[in-house]
C-alpha cells in the first residue's frame, strides 16, 4: 500500500471534479472508507456507482451550461 492513503486532503487542490467525487462518496456512506483505506479499498460495485452518479452530474452540468448559452 502507499503513503498517500494517510495524506489530508487538501480541498483546495483539489480539482473540480475530484471534489465532486468526494462528495458522492460521502452521500453514499463511503467518504470514512476511502479517507481511512484509499479508494483502492471500495469494491467494484462501489466504484462503479461513484463513476456513474459522477458522469450523471457531468451529463447535467452540460445541460444546464447549454441552457445558459441558449438564453
Known amino acids: 500500500m502507499s503513503g498517500k492513503k494517510n495524506k489530508p486532503i487538501k ?4 480539482t473540480q471534479e475530484e471534489k465532486v467525487k ?3 462518496a460521502e452521500e453514499l456512506g463511503l467518504l470514512d472508507k476511502v479517507l481511512a483505506e484509499g479508494w483502492r479499498s471500495l ?3 462501489e466504484t462503479g456507482r461513484i463513476g456513474g452518479l459522477l458522469a450523471g452530474r457531468r451529463r447535467e452540468d452540460i445541460k444546464s451550461n447549454e441552457n445558459i448559452t441558449n438564453s
Not at 11 to 14: D, F, G, S, W
Open 22 to 24: 468526494y462528495e458522492i
Open 11 to 14: 480541498l483546495e487542490e483539489l
Open 43 to 45: 469494491s467494484s460495485k
